[in-house]
């Protein structure tokens, strides 16, 4: 290999951002197209630096946009290389048309987004609206709760994306400021580990195989066009929820780090339980555990893969539970928040007697504080113990002046 | 193609050329050339025109304008001679009937149903306008 390797120690402060690029210096990007924005810069500015240090052999695309920036991704991966980009909010706003563009070609883009909320009013701080708003466009989706995952869930996305039968586009969601720029220790792989464990790009039907042209992105009117969203529905609703599992387990193996496709804490016996996603989780098993000291058994399901949205795991991590709390960092506009009513639909014919309240919190980097979960956590049980809702189906917490609810 | 299941596609809205590598393409006529079976040669957009293009032999001079200027490669073509139009992959976009340099022209639009002995029959004569 012509680049060199860098020394890391067995635990480096990382932030997210800097773990993110770590990993994407680490499997050897081919090509960063990037734009940069607000909280998710020092990512392709990491491996910016990288590339230039000469640590990585690839190329650094400067664009004029976010929408240039995926779009030179996807003819990037077409053309036979291993890709990623990272943008946030509104950069992911723009790309979100080429984002389709990139999962109906089955490239397999690892895009490390750093979770902001989308104007207006403008804001750089975290919530979870732009990673809500492309929840449809045929990416796989993971969620990083902290930097360590950042970093250890970049080397996931890549192998899974990359598989043959896959051969998806994945995004690495991490919160926007609170995961990306607080620096916590990062428990590291060597380059030759991480490498290992990613494999060499093998690329498939590539553009820049001159002996075996294809045609990329083509035109399909009525008569194909069901058919290859079919296959891409098909694909994501059975291949790859096995194959992540199956890619969580090597990991492990050689990490010693588990992951799950639902991160389930204390919910063996729990019967009330928060389900969320993002830095909150870590937040809300703090309180989880200060609950079950004063008797109320309270858990937490933490969504690791939002798309495909794992039904199956998410029923059976629910199923004894008497009232779930579903909690939305993103401004419902309009309907109940996004975690509700998917989670609503995972239950509802399970025979699951659970009761469903929604909750909306956080926009705009506004923090979910121990004492709102506190508070969420005693109204969960008041609603256990009535055996109805006693309270509104939707609320939002921490939110200025009188309290707020429609539902 | 048109008998294929969603399961039976070529991920990835991709179209494979040709059967295995490709040398020399352009010295082979296009209905001898290996086209994959995912391939754009084998899926008719007939249906797409509401207007065809009808080609009159009497008039041509074999200029090859319509075969240079085709974005489909719809116009057959033998030996600098233009033969007819590839009705199975002409969009009906009337490029040809455009750049037809004979007077009267030796190709013109007609809505899709007419019936084309009929039209060559009523063949409109020289426009002595042009000229």
Not at chain 1, 97 to 109: D, K, N
Not at chain 1, 200 to 212: I, S
Not at chain 1, 241 to 266: Q, W
Not at chain 1, 283 to 304: C, D, L, P, W
Request: aromatic share 8%; with cysteine.
């Amino acid at each position: 290999m012509a680049f060199d390797k860098m020394e890391l120690r067995d635990i480096e402060v990382w932030d997210g951002n800097f773990a993110a690029a770590q990993a994407l210096r680490q499997c050897q990007i081919d090509v960063v197209a990037a734009y940069p924005i607000t909280p998710s810069t020092p990512i392709v500015e990491g491996y910016a630096k990288f590339l230039a240090d000469g640590y990585v052999e690839g190329e650094f695309v400067m664009v004029e946009s976010e929408h240039a920036a995926m779009s030179g991704c996807i003819g990037a991966s077409a053309a036979g290389g291993r890709v990623a980009t990272a943008t946030s909010s509104q950069g992911l706003a723009l790309m979100s048309e080429t984002l389709y563009q990139a999962s109906g070609m089955r490239l397999p883009i690892i895009l490390n987004l750093v979770n902001r909320a989308l104007a207006s009013p403008l804001n750089v701080n975290g919530d979870h609206s732009d990673m809500y708003m492309v929840r449809d466009s045929g990416w796989i989706q993971f969620d990083a709760y902290n930097p360590q995952e950042a970093y250890d869930l970049n080397f996931i996305a890549f192998k899974v994306a990359e598989d043959h039968d896959i051969r998806l586009p994945a995004i690495v969601n991490q919160d926007g400021f609170m995961t990306s720029h607080t620096a916590q220790g990062v428990k590291t792989l060597s380059d030759d580990v991480a490498y290992g464990f990613v494999g060499e790009f093998k690329p498939m039907n590539d553009m820049l195989d001159l002996d075996h042209p294809v045609t990329h992105g083509v035109q399909t009117e009525e008569d194909w066009h069901f058919e290859h969203k079919a296959r891409q529905h098909r694909d994501l609703m059975t291949k790859v929820i096995p194959k992540i599992e199956a890619v969580f387990d090597e990991f492990e193996k050689l990490s010693g780090r588990k992951y799950n496709i639902v991160e389930k804490y204390d919910m063996d016996d729990a019967d009330v339980a928060v389900v969320c996603l993002g830095t909150s989780v870590e937040t809300a098993r703090e309180v989880a555990k200060e609950m079950r000291e004063n008797g109320i058994k309270a858990g937490v399901v933490g969504i690791r893969v939002l798309r495909p949205f794992p039904f199956m795991q998410i029923a059976e991590a629910l199923k004894d539970v008497k009232a779930i709390a579903a909690l939305d960092r993103s401004s419902p506009n309009g309907a109940a928040g996004m975690l509700f009513n998917e989670i609503a639909g995972a239950l509802y014919n399970t025979g699951s007697k659970a009761l469903l309240s929604g909750y909306v919190y956080g926009l705009g980097g506004r923090d979910l504080t121990k004492t709102h979960l506190r508070d969420l956590y005693k109204e969960l049980q008041a609603n256990a113990d009535a055996g109805k809702v006693t309270t509104q189906l939707q609320q939002f917490i921490g939110v200025r002046g009188p309290k707020l609810a429609f539902l | 193609m048109a008998n294929k299941g969603w399961d039976e596609f070529e991920i990835g809205a991709m179209l494979r050329s040709f059967n295995g590598p490709v040398k020399d393409v352009a010295l082979i006529h296009q209905e001898d050339r290996a086209y994959s079976e995912n391939n754009s040669f084998t899926a008719s957009v007939a249906d797409w025109r509401i207007e065809k293009p009808v080609f009159n032999k009497d008039f041509c001079i074999d200029c090859q304008f319509c075969w240079i200027y085709c974005p489909d490669i719809s116009i057959i073509s033998r030996d600098k001679k233009m033969v007819g139009v590839d009705m199975d992959h002409c969009k009906g976009c009337g490029i040809c009937v455009e750049v037809c340099p004979t007077n009267p022209k030796s190709l013109l639009m007609y809505s899709e149903q007419t019936d084309e002995e009929e039209a060559l029959a009523a063949w409109p004569s020289k426009d002595e306008g042009e000229n």
